[in-house]
């Protein structure tokens, strides 16, 4: 297993392309995201998502990272579509999924859901139950055994989920199609690096995107029902931040100081929303599932019906 979080650990360095248009356009292989699939007593499945048109150059970098940490494996396979391999460890095996990106994903899912994946990845590295079973409901978390989670360092290259912040981690269930939220108090990272520059190269529309995610973030935190004056006042500094800077940010990509404050004012909109969110997220999780649509996106489509709807609750806040 060690020999495992090692070729994750390597392979979550490729951050840092995901930021660069020049490899965007299928240049080079993106070995991002992973998720954390099924899992059973002998088996646990490691899904590795890649541009469809890169799968060939995908399964050579796979495999080049799995022997370098001396994992024994087999080829991937599949019909360059999908493949697995499983790789045994003692008596445990990791089998290992390459699915291509659909036509209605983009480098934008890779981008905005690592932060989401890295606590799951670190949680489960030392679960034996499945990722379902800790589904934040009840006491679920309780079920983990806690001292075989790895620590975590969060360095987010978005602004706009704040999942550094976070300790829970949305996963999609591809069988239920429905997004559960995964919970254990060692999700919050130990250690969160903001850096602007990592950013920088990031498309105008999914730096619009995901600055809209962090104002309906600090939006909903705001008007959620509850006293929690330390999140208000956070959240309505968030806006005015994003209010600040976003379109600066959308329209001058390599302003390091718009850059800097979208990436604040994100990390502000998901420790705000500890109070609470509200109906933009409500329904965007279920289209978000259901049609590979942008999580961003669909909250700044949402967000002036859901005001709307919400006016007479709202205003005079």
């Known amino acids: 297993m060690e020999r495992f979080k090692t070729f994750l650990n390597e ?37 590795i998502r890649g541009p469809k048109d890169d799968r060939g150059q995908l399964k050579k970098d796979v495999e080049a990272r799995l022997k370098k940490a001396n994992i024994k494996h087999s080829a991937i396979r599949g019909g360059g579509s999908t493949g697995q391999t499983e790789v045994p460890f003692k008596t445990h ?17 890779l981008n905005s859901t690592i932060t989401e994946l890295a606590p799951a990845i670190a949680f ?11 589904e934040d409901v009840g006491d679920n978390w309780t079920k983990a055994n806690s001292e075989k989670i790895a620590p975590i360092i969060a360095v987010p290259t ?8 976070g300790r829970a981690s949305v996963i999609l269930n591809e069988e239920t199609g429905v997004k559960n939220i995964i919970f254990h108090p060692k999700f919050l990272p130990s250690i969160v690096i903001l850096d602007p520059v990592l950013t920088v190269g990031l498309p105008s529309k999914i730096t619009a995107a995901t600055g809209m995610d962090a104002l309906a973030h600090n939006l909903e935190a705001y008007c959620a029902p509850g006293y929690h004056p330390m999140a208000d006042g956070i959240a309505l500094e968030g806006m005015r931040i994003i209010n600040d800077w976003l379109l600066e940010a959308v329209n001058n990509g390599s302003n390091i100081e718009a850059r800097q404050n979208m990436l604040t004012a994100a990390s502000m909109g998901s420790t705000a929303f500890q109070k609470g969110l509200g109906a933009i997220h409500s329904l965007s999780h279920p289209v978000n599932a259901l049609n590979n649509i942008h999580h961003g996106l669909s909250n700044a489509i949402f967000m002036p019906y859901v005001l709307t709807f919400n006016k007479d609750v709202i205003e005079k806040k």
């Not at 978005?158 to 912040?165: D, H, L």
């Open 11 to 47: 392979a979550a360095t490729d951050i840092r392309a995901i930021n660069r248009s020049d490899q965007l356009k299928l240049g080079k292989a993106i070995v991002l995201p992973y998720t954390v699939g099924k899992s059973t007593k002998s088996t646990t499945t490691i899904i």
């Open 93 to 109: 095996k990791i089998r290992i999924t390459y699915k291509p990106l659909s036509g209605g994903m983009s480098e934008t899912t």
């Open 124 to 134: 489960m590295s030392g679960q034996t139950l499945p990722i379902w079973d800790f």
């Open 158 to 165: 978005t602004a706009g989920t704040g999942s550094e912040t």
